[in-house]
Each structure stands twice: as C-alpha cells, then as structure tokens.
C-alpha cells in the first residue's frame, strides 16, 4: 500500500531562490490538498485540487506560491523569491471524494529553511 | 472566518491518568476529525465523525462530535507513553472542499 509521498524530504535555500517541491498522492485519490504549518501551529490550508482543477487557494497565499496537478497526478508547489517567513513544514495531504465525512492522508512533508 | 480553537495547548500527565481535549468553532463542520502528529511526520487520522452526538471508540480513546457539529472532545483512559504526541482536530465545511485545522494539543505522557 503506497501512501503519500513527498520529495524533498528537507530543502534549505538562500533567500531569493526559487524552490519546487513535489508530491505523490494515492493513486486512486482525486482530491490534494497542500498544507503549511510553522512550529506550534496546526496545519494552515493553501491550496486544493479535485482531479487536474484548483478549486481554491487561501487569501493568505501571496503571487509568490503556485501550484500545478497536470493530468490529475502528482502536484508540485514552486514558491519563488523566498523570504524567511516562508521557512515551514509543506505538507501534501490527498483523499478520495465520497464516503462519510473527509479523511485526508497526509505525505511526510518537507521541510524548508530560508537562510 | 472559521476557527477551531483547542484546549488545553500543551498537557503533561504521568502514565496510567485520564485526560481530555477539547475542540470548539462558532461554525457548523459537516464533520469532523482527529488526527495525531508526531516530530516530522504528517498527521494520521485517528477518526472522523459526521452526525451531531455521534460518539467513536478507539481502544482508550473516545471521540464524540457535539449535538450542533460545532465541538468535539477526545477522551484518553489510562494514558501511555506512546500516546505523547499533537492532536490535531479538523473541520470540513459543508462541501467538504477545504478542511481547517486547530492549533492542536501537545500530549506528553511521562513514564
């Protein structure tokens, strides 16, 4: 049973640079999710897929963040220019539609540092 | 804007002890969910709950999802080491598209 799976695992940048991270979901699941979450806080929601769509993305997500989920797959999230404030835990969480209630399996995460 | 707030923030208790969290929004979920966190790792869920009142059981851990879908509390029997962790509770709106997350719970059972 292959779970959600994120690539890097840790990723340390210069400010300025840009970075792109990715993430595997279930195969089956249609639905992902990318999350953010600093020390002490819950998960804080960015973005969200159904299939290939972006449905909705926070208010909180400056132009600086994107992400994409071509053919419905796997999804990567770019940040460019990164500012200290970005260093967080970025995780991806994916879930199937249906059913009783949401349930979402959450990748490891990775885990940025802006020096 | 909703918000789930939970308390207490941070909990230390000897092993063999009865705790509970809390969890409470002004908002109505369509459900709602426990997950628990450990350093570096994602969440896990532990359970999801969907009808008002509604009660789970999980060997120790009992879960009930308040009669307006607002609150949830998690209740741990006997409390073990490997319980210490971040509990997380989690709301889904109405469409269930985007779920929120409280600040957690930090759990540390001492031996």
């Known amino acids: 049973d292959t779970g959600v799976s994120q690539d890097p695992r840790h990723k340390i940048t210069k400010r300025g640079q840009n970075v792109t991270f990715r993430c595997d979901p279930i195969?089956?699941?249609?639905?992902l999710y990318w999350y953010r979450q600093t020390l002490g806080q819950g998960p804080e929601f960015l973005t969200y897929?159904?299939?290939?769509?972006?449905?909705?993305k926070s208010r909180l997500l400056s132009d600086r963040f994107s992400a994409e989920r071509p053919k419905g797959s796997f999804s990567t999230l770019e940040i460019q220019r990164t500012e200290q404030g970005d260093s967080a835990m970025y995780l991806c969480a994916s879930s199937l539609t249906g059913g009783m209630g949401e349930k979402l399996f959450f990748g490891s995460g990775t885990q940025l540092s802006v020096l | 804007t909703q918000l789930l707030e939970q308390s207490p923030q941070f909990l230390s208790i000897q092993e063999g002890e009865n705790l509970t969290v809390y969890c409470n929004s002004s908002?109505?979920?369509?459900?709602l969910q426990w997950y628990r966190q450990e350093p570096g790792e994602g969440p896990v869920l532990l359970v999801t709950v969907v009808t008002g009142g509604e009660v789970k059981k999980l060997k120790r851990l009992t879960f009930q999802f308040g009669d307006a879908r607002k609150d949830s509390s998690l209740h741990i029997t006997a409390a073990q080491p490997g319980d210490t962790g971040l509990y997380l509770c989690?709301?889904?709106?109405?469409?269930?598209?985007?779920?929120?997350f409280g600040a957690g719970t930090r759990l540390f059972v001492k031996a």
């Open positions: 908002s109505v979920f369509s459900s």
């Open positions: 195969s089956e699941h249609n639905r």
């Open positions: 989690a709301g889904a709106t109405g469409g269930g598209f985007k779920t929120i």
């Open positions: 897929f159904q299939n290939e769509a972006q449905l909705e």
